[in-house]
Nanobody, 122 residues
Framework: QVQLVESGGGLVQPGGSLRLSCAAS????????IAWYRQGAGKERDFVAR????????YYLDSVKGRFTISRDNAKNTAYLQMNSLKPEDTAVYYC???????????????WGQGTQVTVSS
């Protein structure tokens, strides 16, 4: 069974920083693209950032460019989202999404973590 577990959320003041982690465990034969999404209260889930399997390509929501950085450590099956200069509008539940295979002949599937709350408030 493959699992994604996010951590690192919390309460931070405007202008502060947080680093989210997303750890994959279980039968993780191959991990391809990893992405972060967020969902504010009463809103739809939105794309935030994506990184390809090698870490050579990154994509960001326009409103977080220059403030957020996505990265990954394939040896640890872990991805990160460094969030700087946080704003109240960044408040949301942040979800990790990964495309993975659990064996050599298995299809690539989408997996989601349970989410971690980020609250930006003074």
């Amino acid at each position: 069974q493959v699992q994604l577990v996010e951590s690192g959320g919390g309460l931070v003041q405007p202008g502060g920083s947080l680093r989210l982690s997303c750890a994959a465990s279980g039968r993780t034969f191959s991990i391809y693209d990893i992405a972060w999404y967020r969902q504010g209260a009463g809103k739809e889930r939105d794309f935030v950032a994506r990184i390809n399997w090698s870490g050579g390509s990154e994509y960001y929501l326009d409103s977080v460019k220059g403030r957020f950085t996505i990265s990954r450590d394939n040896a640890k099956n872990t991805a990160y989202l460094q969030m700087n200069s946080l704003k109240p509008e960044d408040t949301a539940v942040y979800y990790c999404n990964a495309q993975m295979k659990d064996s050599v002949n298995a299809p690539i599937k989408d997996y989601w973590g349970q989410g971690t709350q980020v609250t930006v408030s003074s």
